[in-house]
């Protein structure tokens, strides 16, 4: 099974709305990090929080992190038509660098 | 700035043939990793390599082989190709000293099609 699973699997929002995506893992890890990918193209990191943080903010992005509950959420505040893509949330447990994904959330923004 | 270079950017090949996927890290980086991202999956980890060593493997089929080279950039070998083994290879590099808490950069990938 995964280390990082992801609830809800596809969301539908109007531009303007906020979008929150949750991900949950199994075991210890380093830090979590967030992923976006386009359709088909390449990964693009946007945030990485470490196991000792709860919360992490960047632009209109922020995360939060419950080591307890072994659970991360994304939220993207005033979402854009641009913000349409998969978003993927990936731990680092005790190998440095190696990476386990989530099976993602499909984002899709209507303008 | 310069980023992880993977090629070929496409690849189509037949059941049973070889596929030779590369990947140049950034400069100055000395870490690569290998992940497979099949259609409508998530990506998954293959393969690690530090300073030309691997360093960790994971649920790399053993039709599959690697190896990072003296100028750090790595090569992903894929032998008796399978339909199953149709799927986006991306390569990330991370820089050196890199322990806990570091990014790994990604590539675009490679779209391998298996036919």
């Known amino acids: 099974s995964q280390q990082g699973e992801e609830d809800p699997q596809a969301l539908s929002i109007q531009e303007g709305e906020n979008a929150t995506m949750n991900c949950s893992y199994k075991t210890s890890i380093n830090n979590l990090q967030w992923y976006r990918q386009n359709s088909g193209r390449g990964l693009v990191h946007l945030i990485l929080?470490?196991?000792?943080?709860r919360e992490k903010h960047s632009g209109r992005l922020r995360v939060t992190l419950d080591t307890s509950k072994k659970s991360s959420s994304l939220l993207i505040t005033a979402s854009r038509a641009a913000d349409t893509a998969s978003y993927f949330c990936a731990t680092e447990s005790t190998s440095y660098g190696k990476l386990t994904f989530g099976q993602g959330t499909i984002l899709t923004v209507h303008p | 700035a310069a980023g992880v270079i993977q090629s070929p950017r496409h690849l189509i090949k037949e059941k049973r043939e070889t596929a030779t996927l590369k990947c140049y890290p950034i400069p100055r980086h000395d870490t690569v990793y290998w992940y497979q991202q099949g259609p409508g999956q998530d990506p998954q980890f293959l393969i690690s390599?530090?300073?030309?060593?691997?360093?960790d493997k994971g649920s790399i089929p053993d039709r599959f082989s690697a190896q990072q080279f003296s100028d750090y950039h790595s090569e992903l070998n894929m032998s008796s190709l399978e339909l199953g083994d149709s799927a986006l290879y991306f390569c990330a590099s991370s820089p050196p000293g890199a322990g806990a808490d570091t990014e790994a950069f990604f590539g675009q990938g490679t779209r391998l099609t298996v036919v």
């Open positions: 390599f530090y300073e030309k060593m691997q360093s």
């Open positions: 929080i470490r196991s000792n943080e």
